[in-house]
């Protein structure tokens, strides 16, 4: 029988950059939350990384990270094992909005620094999910997504408030009728994807 949704941790996850390709630009903020299917918080993390570089204007003005607020913080060498573990302290379902762009960054950084431990768990990218379950919708991203659910979060566009927001919008993407109740629906709508793969 399928796994229940009910059944299922689920940790929703969000990285802020200095740009838009992994190649050439650096992560300077993760985020993530942990919950269960009722909405429940089990466990959250945030922290700032020194990118080594200067963040540029355009992407301060989107996440609102400064030099000054990086100046002093651990370089991702030191970040990365955390996070990862945090990710891998127990069996979930992992939640990325436009997951191409968070997988793509967090995959250079592992290549980069040579983690051995990887989370295996399954990633959904929330964006194909929703096109899936609100094809009427002109535009899904996370901000009109939020608006669509009259989701009520902190302005800022940071990492833990976006992966706060995704959690409020998976849910109501479940719980939109006909309602998805096992993996099954969820993997069919949207293909599960790997972490660093």
């Known amino acids: 029988m399928p796994a229940s949704l009910w059944d299922v941790e689920y940790l929703a996850f969000d990285v802020e950059t200095t740009g838009l390709s992994p190649a050439f630009c650096e992560i300077v903020e993760f985020g993530a939350v942990r919950f269960t ?10 922290q700032l990384v020194n990118p080594g570089c200067a963040i540029p204007f355009h992407a ?15 370089r991702l060498k ?3 094992p955390d996070f990862l573990e945090f990710l891998s302290a127990r069996p979930s379902l992992l939640l990325a909005h436009n997951a191409s762009f968070d997988l793509g960054f967090v995959g250079a950084a592992i290549r980069r620094i040579g983690c051995r431990k990887i989370p295996s768990d399954p990633v959904i990218d929330t964006l194909s999910f929703a096109r899936a379950r609100l094809p009427h919708l002109r535009r ?10 009259r989701i009520a979060t902190p302005a800022a566009h940071r990492a833990l408030e976006d992966s706060l927001v995704l959690k409020s919008v998976f849910l109501k993407l479940a719980q939109f009728q006909p309602a998805v109740t096992s993996l099954d629906d969820v993997f069919r709508l949207s293909p599960p994807r790997k972490l660093g793969g």
């Open 37 to 46: 299917a009722d909405g429940t918080e089990v466990g959250q993390f945030q």
């Open 60 to 74: 301060s003005r989107v996440h609102g990270i400064t030099d000054d607020m990086v100046r002093g913080q651990p």
């Open 78 to 80: 030191t970040v990365l």
């Open 140 to 149: 899904h991203r996370l901000p009109d997504l939020r608006t669509h659910f």
